[in-house]
Structures are given as C-alpha cells and as structure tokens.
C-alpha cells in the first residue's frame, strides 16, 4: 500500500464513504473506532476494521490533498514547461547527490570527482551532507542561484523537497507558486460575487450589450445593494471572472438564451442504424432550369440523413418549397430500397456482406443499390410549418415512427444535417455550372445565365453522387465510438451493424404510397360521385356499386368513405374499393375526354373557385369551371405570346405544379400511373433545357377547349317530337266508335262478329 492510500484519521480529517462526505470528529485508538460527523450534524461510530474493508472509503481530497494539489487533480511532471523541467531535474540532482552522493543517484554512473569528500556516504551522515549542500548553494551568486531557484534554500527545504520526491517523484521538487491553481477568481467577495449572478439573469433577458456596461450593471447591484463602501474589483478582474464562469460570449442573444433552458431527456446516444433520422430543407446552392419554360430557378432540397451511420438515406428536389405530402414521400423513400437506374454500373449495386444481392432484389422486385434502407424510429426536424401539422402526425402513425422536432433554438439538435449541408456544398455543388455561393456576396456575375442543368439531370447526379461518392467515402470525427481511430465510410458502418444489431428487411408495399396521402371522409353522390374541397371526382365504373350507398364504417366518420388526395396533383383521387382492398384513381369531372389536362395542385384549385367566386358566377358542374382553370393556368392570346406577358413568378409556378404533378406520377404504384399519360419524352441529342416545352402544355389547353366544345356538342341530343294539337284524335275519327278489343269482347269472341 502507498503512502497516497493510507487513511488520516485525525480530528477534522475528510472521509468519503459511498459517495457521502463524512468529517473525524473524535478518534478512540483505545477502543479500535472513530466518530464520524455529516454536515447535517448526523453522527456514526465505525471502527477501524470497518474502514479498512470497505470497497468504497476514500479519503477526501478537501482534506488530504496538501498544497496546491488541494481540491484539483494530482500534479505531474508534463504540467511543467521545459524550463521549469530542467529547473526541477536540478533540484533533484541536489537531492540525489545528498542522498547517495551522485547526482545520477546510481553509484555505477559516477560523474566527474564523485562522490565528493562532503557528500561521500561512507564517510559523512545525512545531516552533515544537508548542511553542506546548504553552504555550496548559499556560496553561489544570489542572481544565478534566484534565475536556477535555488536561493534561499535551507536546511529544512532540503527535508521538505526531499519527502515530495519521494512521495511524487520528479514533480515534488517543482515549486508550487509553478503550478498554481487555474479558474476561479479568489478576490471575489460574497457581494461582488452575488452581483455577478445578478447581472447574469438580467442580461441573459435583454438584448445582447457589451461588458462595459456590464461592469457598471455589477456597480449599481453592489452600491444599492450593499453600499458605496463595499469593494469592487476593476473592469479588467470582471471580464476575466466572467469569461472564466460563462464563457467568452460570442453566441447570439437567442442561442445564448437557449442554451441556459432545461433539457427534459438529456443526452442521446445513438446506437444503431435507423434510431435518430435528421430530416431538414434548404435552398439547393445551384440554378437549374425547369422543364417547362426553361427558366432558371433555385430549387429546395430536403435531406434524410441517418445520424448513426450518416448515410444519405434519401432526399428529394422540389420547386419553389416544400409540402407536407414532400415530407412523407422522403420518409417513405427511407423505408424503401433505391432501384438500381439504367446507367449505373455493377459498382453501385447493394455491396453490404452478409445479404446477397440478389435475396434483396427478390424481394424488392428490382435491383436495388447500395444505399441502406430501414424504418426509423425517431425524425428530428425543425419547427418548419411542413413538419408540425395533422397530416404528418397521421403519417407518423402510418410509419411507425416518431417525428420529434429539435428544440427551440437548438440547432445543435440536428447539426449532423445540417453540417451535411455543408460537406456537400463543398463536395459537389461547387463544382457545378450555375452554382450561387452561400450569401449573395459571394454570388458570381451572372449565375442565372450559367444554368444549364435541368431538374432531372441534377435529380439523377445527386443521386448517383450519394450512391457512388458519399456512401464509400472515408469518415472524418464522425467515425464510431467503438474505433476512433479506425478508417469507416457509411457504407462500412451500416454493414458493421449487421453483426451487432442485425438487419430487419421490411420492404412496405406500393399501396403504403396512398396511406400517406391527406385523407377524405365524404358520402358518394348518386350522380355526381364525391366532393373533395370543392371539386368533383366520378368513374361510372369503379363507384357503380357504391353510389348513394352508406359506408360500413363507424365512429366519427360513421357512414362516410374514404377518399385520399395528393395535394400537388388535383387532376385525381383514389378510392379504396371496400372488397378486393385495391386502389382505383377517380378523375375530375371537369377533366375533358379529348387532350390533356394541365396538371395543377392545391394552390390552383384555390384560386380557381376564388376566382369564379368573385366573378359572381354560379356554375351547376366542374365542366364550367374548366374555361376560368384554362384562364388562370394559361392566356387565351396567341402560344408564342404567352412568355412574354407572363411573369417570372408566374412561370415559376405553372412550372412547380407540373413538377409537382411529375413528382405524384413518380410516387405512385405502377398500377395506378398509367392513369396519367407519361411526359413527353426528351429529343434524342438534347443537352441541355434550352427546348421549352411550353408550347406543348400550350397546345394542351387549346386541345382541352376544343375537346370541352366537342364534348358540348356531342351531349346535344335530337330535338324532340312536339305533341299533337288539342282535338287532332276528335277529328281523325268518330268519338262514338268503339275500340276492335271492346266489341270482341261484348259479342263473344270473334265467331259472334257480323
């Protein structure tokens, strides 16, 4: 046992014992026991047997610890500079040499002329060896001997730096004024102190001010409070206590302020694949030009990002902003398995050891590449508007999952997403033709002129980046816990997860894509189908059985059906068919049967009956509607005039409803997107969207118009046979003449007649 580990027993001495802090206040050697006393004036007598055996006594480092070890961790050769070092490594060598006689301290390593006469062992005792080393460090120059430390230095120094070493080494030999405590600010006074703390929760209130008027917040506290006499430090004191107790304060007021609310749940350490998603949106850094006009536009990224491994689990673009429907299309895309795309090579097919490629694919139905897939349990979002409403919390029930946003001013909360941002800012975006900067200081001369990349193309890059770039690359601080200091990629960590944790292959089904649809509960009209906000959905075949019938369905929405609608496609709905359970698309009534319907979502319908509401109209079906939708989607004036009267924002977005409405089509279960014509495919050798393909959504709408009036006509029936004139039957024969039937009948049957 040490000398460190032995027990000071004496009255006032400090023990610890499971935890608690207990004081000696009386010890009884005759008797082989100590009385011990808590703060709280509670007192216990143990005995030294007691002491001695238990696992969890320690003596108090209030108490034992001496000098400047006191209350602090023990002190150690490396907390000297080199200076200091040598200076103690002299000391020490004085030591040495009054110990054995050789400064080395080993008698088969003599130096020149050792050991001396004065310090010989075998001829002087320790007393007289101290007493000359005394003598030979006071005959020294007293310039030298202060610039070595080694003035003043005595008969009994010599005793005390002689026990330090031997209790700790080298380091018992420094002075103690060379390793002074650090922190804390001992010429605070109680006042000055409880000012401090005062001024603290003030400020922390107001708006963010400077230390000066601080310093004479801490005056006005002390000299109210206490009196002009009290004493106050000076500025300079008080910046450095405050810098020492709450940090340098470069933070913003809000953060600041944020920083100091209580946490509810504390740390959370993840663990495994899929436990915290980080899910956040920001305007994508690059121009694009959308497909429509050929405009270039800044575009919205939202990003999935798996916190465990930091795998890009998914994202998606989105013109103009996001919605909510968005959101939970990127948390389905989570749970799903990445189709392998028709250019990717066998590189970036699914690589992970331990499940084959091809027991994925049969499962999936396609091939699938390299990107993890999984369920999560827990979203951390932001306090977006997309993110806290009813329809992603129905989406979360759906899900199995838990959308939990970050807390308020806490964007520390999901910084592994948002530093995301960044890495790929630097890895990719940068490197892109129409890239913007971060701030519209660092944006070039004309970035909107440099876009030459469509919304697909940059949708198919960043995919194939993701795949092919991130997931393979190596990882920086983030890699695991378990191996620092090992090299990982988020494709190795989610494949070393399958040794840990496992790996749960739950592929939902195409159907879970309607699930996450806003839903509708509505009756079925007999002859006009269903409502839904204000426009009418019908297929004669699909609600022939239903019409005008009562749902089974009970509780709150008892006798109602379920219609569910994709906010940024209104041309449909989807109907549920009670029976076979199979989803069946119910087109808008005003939907003509010759050419396409421009898409348009949510926004336009909006405007549409707004619109026609304020016009005074009063139309009885969706089909007179359809000449106001025409007239807010697109001018009657000439198509080659139509991109110069409209403006900027106005093609923008014509152009996100079509995205929106490409983006619905690609969601949907193949079974249920043949109901939309697919997009006109690209000419063969286009680079670049410098092909506008608004004169085709152009002739769209005069296919529309001309199918509406076809349709018109068509419903004109023949006109009908007006009726006979009053008395036309009066003169056409006599009024007295029986019917042939009557007078069989009276004469018998026919043989009677005559």
């Known amino acids: 046992m040490t000398a460190a580990a032995v027990l000071d027993l004496s009255p006032g001495a400090g023990l610890v014992l499971d935890g608690t802090e207990w004081t000696v206040e009386r010890r009884e050697p005759h008797l082989g026991r100590v009385q011990l006393v808590k703060d709280d004036g509670t007192r216990e007598r143990v005995t030294f047997r007691f002491l001695a055996n238990h696992p969890q006594c320690r003596p108090s480092s209030r108490t034992s610890a001496a000098g400047a070890d006191r209350g602090r961790q023990r002190k150690a050769s490396e907390d000297l500079n080199a200076g200091r070092l040598e200076l103690t490594g002299l000391r020490m060598a004085h030591l040495l040499e009054v110990a054995t006689g050789f400064r080395s301290g080993d008698p088969f390593h003599p130096g020149p002329g050792e050991p001396k006469p004065e310090y010989d062992p075998r001829r002087t005792t320790l007393t007289e060896r101290r007493h000359a080393k005394v003598a030979e460090l006071a005959a020294l120059d007293p ?112 953060y600041a302020r944020s920083a100091d609310l209580p946490e509810s749940q504390g740390h959370v350490l993840v663990h495994r694949p899929g436990q915290v998603v980080a899910l956040d949106t920001t305007v994508l850094p690059v121009m694009v030009r959308e497909h429509v006009f050929g405009d270039p536009v800044k575009m919205h990224l939202t990003l999935a990002l798996d916190v465990c491994t930091h795998s890009l689990v998914a994202f998606r673009l989105t013109l103009v902003s996001d919605t909510s429907v968005d959101v939970a299309m990127v948390l389905r895309d989570v749970t799903m398995p990445l189709p392998m795309r028709a250019d990717w090579g066998e590189d970036l097919e699914w690589p992970y050891p331990g499940l084959p490629a091809a027991v994925v694919a049969e499962f999936a139905g396609h091939a699938v590449a390299g990107l993890p897939f999984f369920t999560p349990e827990t979203v951390t979002t932001d306090h977006g508007s997309v993110y806290r409403n009813h329809h992603l919390v129905e989406v979360e029930r759906v899900l199995g999952c838990q959308v939990l946003p970050a807390r308020v001013l806490r964007p520390t909360d999901k910084a592994a997403v948002e530093r995301a941002f960044g890495v790929i800012r630097q890895l990719l975006f940068e490197h892109l033709v129409g890239f913007t900067g971060v701030d519209v200081a660092d944006r070039g001369a004309d970035p909107a002129a440099d876009a030459v990349l469509t919304a697909d193309q ?284 009557d007078l069989e009948e009276d004469r018998g049957g026919p043989d009677n007649a005559g």
């Open 458 to 741: 940059l949708e198919h890059l960043i995919a194939t980046w993701i795949v092919g770039v991130w997931q393979k690359r190596e990882l920086g601080e983030y890699a695991p816990a378990w191996d620092p200091d090992g090299s990982h990629s988020p494709n190795s960590l989610f494949a070393a997860s399958f040794a840990q944790t496992g790996f749960a292959m739950d592929i939902p089904s195409p159907e879970l894509f309607y699930e996450l649809l806003p839903a509708h509960y509505v009756r079925i009209d007999k002859r006009r189908g269903v409502k839904i906000r204000g426009l009418w959905y019908d297929d004669p075949d699909v609600l022939r059985d239903y019409r005008g019938e009562l749902s089974t369905r009970g509780g709150k929405h008892k006798g109602k059906w379920l219609i569910r609608r994709d906010p940024r496609d209104r041309r449909q709905v989807f109907f549920q068919d009670p029976l076979s359970h199979a989803w069946h698309p119910l087109p808008w009534t005003g939907m003509p049967r010759a050419g396409q319907m421009p898409a348009f979502g949510d926004a336009r319908a909006s405007a549409l009956l707004a619109k026609a509401a304020a016009a005074g109209l009063k139309p009885k079906s969706d089909t007179e509607l359809l000449p106001v939708l025409l007239e807010l989607i697109g001018s009657n004036i000439p198509v080659s005039k139509w991109p110069t009267q409209m403006k900027k924002s106005q093609r923008t977005e014509h152009a996100r409803e079509t995205h929106q409405a490409r983006a619905a089509q690609a969601d949907r279960p193949p079974s249920t997107a043949a109901a939309a014509p697919p997009p006109a495919p690209t000419p063969a050798g286009e680079e670049t969207a410098t092909v506008l393909s608004w004169p085709g959504r152009a002739r769209q709408m005069q296919d529309a118009v001309a199918g509406e009036r076809r349709q018109r006509r068509e419903d004109v029936r023949p006109a009908p046979v007006p009726p006979p004139e009053l008395g036309h039957s009066f003169r056409a024969r006599s009024v007295f003449v029986l019917p042939e039937d």
């Open 143 to 254: 310039q030298h001997a202060r610039l070595l430390g080694l003035g003043s230095v005595g008969y009994r120094t010599l005793i005390r730096w002689e026990n330090a070493r031997r209790r700790f080494g080298l380091v018992g030999c420094a002075d103690d004024r060379w390793l002074r405590r650090s922190g804390g600010t001992r010429t605070v006074s109680e006042p000055v102190r409880e000012a401090v703390w005062a001024v603290r929760e003030e400020t922390q209130r107001m708006a963010k001010v400077s230390m000066r008027t601080k310093d004479r917040m801490i005056r006005q506290y002390v000299r109210e409070e206490f009196g002009p006499e009290t004493k106050v430090p000076s500025y300079d004191t008080l910046r450095r206590l405050w810098q020492e107790w709450f940090g340098p304060g470069g933070a913003r007021q809000r």
